[in-house]
T-cell receptor, first 112, second 113 residues
Framework: GDSVTQMEGPVTLSEEAFLTINCTYT??????LFWYVQYPGEGLQLLLK?????DKGSNKGFEATYRKETTSFHLEKGSVQVSDSAVYFC???????????FGKGTRLHILP | NAGVTQTPKFQVLKTGQSMTLQCAQD?????MSWYRQDPGMGLRLIHY???????DQGEVPNGYNVSRSTTEDFPLRLLSAAPSQTSVYFC????????????FGPGTRLTVL
């Protein structure tokens, strides 16, 4: 079945460092891909998405490119801030049975 | 718009008790779902609904019931609580299908003793 694998955390970086959180997926069709973010004590909220190969999703300085050839959707940010500290979830949906599948999440700590 | 609301925020139950977690949305979304979040396990889908009167099982449905009598409400019932159901529960909704952005509620933290 479909699955999402993302790098285990926690990831600890200093402010202004470059961030990469790896995400790879397994799917039988052509899924849409998502990154969600969960700030402490809150529910998840959509960070960015891409719906087809080579699409780049971007928001708040974060980017991710849908790479069909490597089945990947890695999250990147050029200069992280303390306020980016959160848990990040990669997810996919093929839509045909209306399920969205989440990775296990990566906790990010940014030190001032 | 309130978005997705969940009640209660916190709940402590004894083993064997039953309760209902409430979820409501005011965005006229067809698609609603329930997840549980456990450390190291990410989010796991319990049940979902693609419209009023239609529900289906997710990855971990055992011990939980749902119904969808209106577009707005999607309650989750624990029939006989067990310690293994200690978790944080999130309700989510979206317009149309799971291709679209999921809007999450703030969560209910449940402890079963």
């Amino acid at each position: 079945g479909d699955s999402v694998t993302q790098m285990e955390g926690p990831v600890t970086l200093s402010e202004e460092a470059f961030l990469t959180i790896n995400c790879t997926y397994t799917a039988t069709g052509y899924p849409s891909l998502f990154w969600y973010v969960q700030y402490p004590g809150e529910g998840l909220q959509l960070l960015l998405k891409a719906t087809k190969a080579d699409d780049k999703g971007s928001n708040k300085g974060f980017e991710a490119t849908y790479r069909k050839e490597t089945t990947s959707f890695h999250l990147e940010k050029g200069s992280v801030q303390v306020s980016d500290s959160a848990v990040y979830f990669c997810a996919l949906s093929e839509g045909r049975d209306d399920k969205i599948i989440f990775g296990k999440g990566t906790r990010l700590h940014i030190l001032p | 718009n309130a978005g997705v609301t969940q009640t209660p925020k916190f709940q402590v139950l004894k083993t064997g008790q039953s309760m209902t977690l409430q979820c409501a949305q005011d965005m006229n979304h067809e698609y609603m779902s329930w997840y549980r979040q456990d450390p190291g396990m990410g989010l796991r889908l319990i049940h979902y609904s693609v419209g009023a009167g239609i529900t289906d099982q997710g990855e971990v449905p055992n011990g939980y019931n749902v119904s969808r009598s209106t577009t707005e409400d999607f309650p989750l019932r624990l029939l006989s609580a067990a310690p293994s159901q200690t978790s944080v529960y999130f309700c989510a909704s979206s317009s149309g299908s799971s291709y679209n952005e999921q809007f999450f509620g703030p969560g209910t933290r449940l402890t079963v003793l």
